[in-house]
Nanobody, 115 residues
Framework: QVQLVESGGGLVRPGGSLRLSCVASGFAFSIYAMRWYRQAPGKERELVAR????????NYADSVKGRFTISRDNAKATVYLEMSSLKLEDTAVYYC????????WGQGTQVTVSS
């Protein structure tokens, strides 16, 4: 059974930091590119960051460049999203996504940035 389980979301003040984790199981994690998406209320889901299967290549949305870092540990079948200098507009549900031969989605974790 394929699973992507996100964790690490929560309530944080502007300027704060959070680390999201996504643990994968049921498929060959190490050959899949991984992405983090987010969806704010009333908005479309948007791509936040992508990492290649080996971790050697990363890409970021302009809105998070310099503040967010995506990484992965293939031995632990886990992808991370380190978020710092958080802004009110980073508030969203964050989703983990795997793609290669097929696509898989996690259930999402809520990140709320509020003073």
């Amino acid at each position: 059974q394929v699973q992507l389980v996100e964790s690490g979301g929560g309530l944080v003040r502007p300027g704060g930091s959070l680390r999201l984790s996504c643990v994968a199981s049921g498929f060959a994690f190490s050959i899949y590119a991984m992405r983090w998406y987010r969806q704010a209320p009333g908005k479309e889901r948007e791509l936040v960051a992508r990492i290649s299967s080996t971790g050697g290549s990363t890409n970021y949305a302009d809105s998070v460049k310099g503040r967010f870092t995506i990484s992965r540990d293939n031995a632990k079948a886990t992808v991370y999203l380190e978020m710092s200098s958080l802004k009110l507009e980073d508030t969203a549900v964050y989703y983990c996504h795997a793609s290669f031969q097929r696509e898989y989605w996690g259930q999402g974790t809520q990140v709320t940035v509020s003073s």
